[in-house]
């Protein structure tokens, strides 16, 4: 328990006592609030910031009347947004409606107000913020943070959107959990000697490993990759960060932090403090048909994109289609970010896509559009994270398989029209 | 935690005079405010559960179901659930429909965060008491201390 509150600098208590606006201080006040729940001893700087509550369809109304009263602030790091309800850009021919359109522009342009970029997506190290190994951040998104602190030997806590908007304003965050090195290190083992050969198993794991887990801090052995790639690693941090609250894992010979996670381990393990999950190949068939709820004749909208595709990923997607008609009554969505799909686009991969009848869309994905009001029905996806997600509403259903699966469950037999 | 007697203006009923208990507490959003107790003692997942339009719970499972937060001081354990939650709280708030003040047991981020952002008093960690619905209640965040009249 903390006996102190946490110390501010005078700077810091002046923008607290209104000197530099409505914004900063709210945001000071939220800063502070959590300093104080967390205990932590004083604020610190942030390299970047990454905003969650960003689509219509989760803080609605609400969320965008705050998002306004806060116009007089200003970013004073770098921020982006998480995914929005829709493509900022194409939302018409996604048959967003209208009336949520209007809601979702308007919550953009107040976050560009306060300087905050609105480039919308959850792979924002894809898009050319790149933090360094021991930079301390301020991200919201689930599947980001997990890859910042995993992959990237970043520091960052699971912000909330509000919090991230203050961390944004104040260019500060209370220096606690993730941001300490002794919370770094493993509270849990998984021996999971597995030779896995793509996104889609990885993120299969993830979804076991994440509710054992729970908010606990996985090190990760005997899983082997051809090699293991930056998507695979991706996928895996989604779905720990979506069935469990995994913001940090440790795997040997990959994560930059797993040496000194080992000796810790070593250290735990030899006084028996720990816990062990094993992991066999038959689970990951077991978690795929707990997850998928729809049958293969019901899906009428296959999506990938969760999390936000790279471009080798379109570049997939684009093979698999090439040549190839959507079967009648089916959609296909490709979800990236603003950067990605313009590079797609260059590398000839949107081409065929589009050719095929599908659509490669920007700014959104299939957990934050509002797919129910849209009328589909069953949804088929490669990525746990967004199998865990859509379940949570009922509609539409989900079938979850692997990307090739996915896609011959949207072409037409006969290759054609049909 | 200790007795105070004091003059208070407008309280005409008591002849300008009251007695009150002085409770410590920690301060999580700032203000003042007084009203009268509603409390529960079952978590509060204000998305999901309360109607941001009417400020009623809506949750059946709730011990606190059908009844207006509006102006009440409102006493719970502490928050849980959707982080969703602290847009709620706001949304009553505009709607003039938020608790006057909210007093916790353990505060935790949705909760606190959703009481900044809609200008709510909040504190937690309150001296031992035994909050009892309709006691009159005065919540002083800003010096971190409850009065129960």
Request: glycine share 10%.
């Amino acid at each position: 328990m903390n006996l102190m509150p946490m110390w501010l600098s005078r700077e810091e208590e002046r923008i607290l006592e209104g000197e530099r606006g409505f914004a900063a201080q709210k945001a000071m006040e939220i800063l502070v609030a959590l300093g104080e729940i967390f205990s932590a001893d004083r604020l610190i700087p942030v390299g970047s910031v990454q905003i969650s509550g960003v689509s219509y369809k989760t803080i609605g109304k609400e969320g965008l009347e705050w998002l306004e009263s806060l116009s007089d602030g200003k970013a004073v790091v770098p921020a982006t947004l998480n995914p929005a309800g829709m493509d900022l850009e194409r939302w018409k021919e996604m048959g967003i409606p209208e009336g949520f359109a209007e809601g979702q522009l308007r919550i953009v342009r107040a976050f560009q107000g306060m300087g905050i970029q609105p480039l919308c997506t959850c792979t924002p190290y894809l898009l050319g913020n790149l933090p360094r190994p021991g930079e301390h951040l301020a991200w919201s998104e689930s599947s980001a943070v997990c890859f910042a602190n995993s992959v990237l030997g970043a520091m960052t806590n699971r912000e909330g959107g509000p919090s991230a908007i203050a961390s944004a304003l104040i260019g500060r965050t209370p220096r606690y959990g993730y941001h300490l090195p002794e919370n770094r290190m493993p509270t849990l083992r998984v021996d999971a000697p597995l030779r896995l050969k793509e996104s889609f198993e990885f993120s299969l794991l993830g979804y076991i490993i994440g509710r054992e887990a729970k908010n606990r801090v996985p090190f990760i052995e005997g899983v082997r990759g051809h090699p293991i790639s930056k998507d695979e690693l991706k996928a895996l941090s989604a779905s720990l960060a979506a069935s469990g609250s995994v913001a940090l894992f440790h795997m040997e010979g990959i994560t930059p932090e797993a040496s000194k996670a080992k000796k810790s381990l070593k250290l735990l393990i030899s006084r028996k403090e720990f816990e062990t999950l094993r992991i066999e190949s038959k689970d990951l068939e077991m978690a795929r048909e707990k997850l998928s709820t729809a049958s293969e004749d019901e899906v009428d909208l296959i999506a990938f994109g969760c999390p936000h595709a790279s471009l080798e990923e379109v570049g997939r997607i684009a093979r698999l289609l090439k040549g190839r008609r959507l079967r009648r009554g089916v959609r296909l969505w490709v979800f990236t970010s603003l950067g990605i799909r313009r590079a797609a686009e260059r590398c000839g991969y949107v081409a065929p896509i589009e050719a095929a009848g599908g659509r490669v869309y920007a700014d959104t994905c299939m957990v934050v559009a509002p797919l129910e009001e849209m009328g589909f029905q069953a949804v088929a996806v490669n990525s746990a994270k967004a199998a865990v997600y859509l379940s949570a509403s009922n509609k539409p259903r989900v079938f979850l398989a692997p990307t090739a699966k996915c896609i011959s469950l949207a072409i037409s037999k006969m290759g054609s029209e049909g | 935690m200790n007795r105070i007697e004091g003059k208070k203006e407008n309280d005409r009923k008591r002849g300008g005079i009251f007695i009150a208990l002085r409770l410590k507490c920690r301060r999580i959003s700032k203000g003042y405010a007084e009203g009268l107790a509603l409390v529960s003692n079952m978590p509060i997942s204000f998305f999901g559960m309360v109607d941001p339009k009417t400020g009623v719970v809506i949750d059946r499972s709730h011990d606190l179901y059908g009844k207006s937060l509006s102006g009440r001081i409102l006493v719970f354990p502490y928050g849980r659930g959707s982080t969703v939650g602290s847009y709620v709280l706001y949304g009553l708030a505009k709607n003039k429909k938020a608790p006057a003040a909210i007093i916790c047991l353990e505060a935790e981020p949705i909760v606190a965060v959703g009481a900044i952002m809609a200008g709510i008093p909040m504190v937690d960690r309150p001296e031992c008491f035994e909050f009892r619905n309709m006691q009159r209640i005065a919540v002083n965040a800003d010096d971190a201390e409850i009065l129960v009249y």
